[in-house]
């Protein structure tokens, strides 16, 4: 099971950073995706770790402002966000799964769901 915390609210220029932690379990046989969700909108990549080759890979609207990270144990992965902007306000969720690289953007490719963290930018 997954758990994602640290949103919140915040003002457009700001930062916050998302954890997604597996309860205590090692995340190193997954890969990991940070998608989001905008009322009235499907969900959408933000980022994700591939298991394959251990890259990092961001959508074009968050590149440059959001970095993917993992713990040294591989048991939590975070999402600093910088530079918010309203644009960013969604439920943001982290999943798991082992998707091949030309699918690792979809969100059906990922078998295990965090319950989702709100993140509002106000302008």
């Known amino acids: 099971q997954l758990q994602a915390s640290g949103g919140g609210l915040v003002q457009d220029g700001g930062s916050l950073r998302l954890s997604c932690a597996a309860s205590?379990?090692?995340?190193?046989?997954?890969?990991m995706g940070w998608f989001r969700q905008a009322p009235g909108k499907e969900r959408e990549f933000v980022a994700a770790l591939h298991k394959g080759n251990n890259r990092i890979y961001y959508s074009d609207s968050v590149k440059g402002r959001f970095t993917f990270s993992r713990n040294n144990d591989k048991t939590t992965v975070y999402l600093q966000m910088n530079s918010l902007k309203p644009e960013d306000t969604a439920v943001y969720y982290c999943?798991?799964?082992?998707?091949?690289?030309?699918?690792?953007?979809?969100?059906?490719?990922?078998?295990?769901w965090g319950q989702g963290t709100q993140v509002t930018v106000s302008s």
């Open positions: 999943a798991a799964g082992t998707p091949i690289l030309s699918s690792i953007n979809l969100a059906r490719a990922y078998a295990y």
């Open positions: 205590g379990r090692t995340l190193s046989n997954y890969g």
